[in-house]
Nanobody, 117 residues
Framework: QVQLVESGGGLVQAGGSLRLSCAAS????????MGWYRQAPGMQRELVAA???????NYADSVKGRFTISRDNAKNTVYLQMNSLKPEDTAVYYC???????????WGQGTQVTVSS
């Protein structure tokens, strides 16, 4: 089992920045990749960014050049630096981990990000 705890959400004006953090605990040795998803009201949950245990990153086209995912292995923490935020980035952001050779999926509780225009 892997437990994920997110922090760092909040309210920011358009053009501003926020950094989300996700701390993993439990069977962290089994984690293959971690990432961030988001879900806006009435919309499906979508991938924002992901990073594998080998450091390979992947981003949604809508956030490329604005968001950066990174990891601190010593702290078992993944970060999402969000710059140049837009109102359409408003959503609940969920931390995700894939483990056990991608057989298991774990989710955090979610953190609200609201971008005002």
């Amino acid at each position: 089992q892997v437990q994920l705890v997110e922090s760092g959400g909040g309210l920011v004006q358009a053009g501003g920045s926020l950094r989300l953090s996700c701390a993993a605990s439990g069977s962290i040795f089994s984690i293959n990749a971690m990432g961030w998803y988001r879900q806006a009201p009435g919309m499906q949950r979508e991938l924002v960014a992901a990073i594998t245990s080998g450091g390979i990153t992947n981003y949604a086209d809508s956030v490329k050049g604005r968001f950066t995912i990174s990891r601190d292995n010593a702290k078992n923490t993944v970060y999402l630096q969000m710059n140049s935020l837009k109102p359409e980035d408003t959503a609940v952001y969920y931390c995700n981990a894939e483990g056990g050779n991608y057989k298991f999926t774990y989710w955090g509780q979610g953190t609200q990000v609201t971008v005002s225009s």
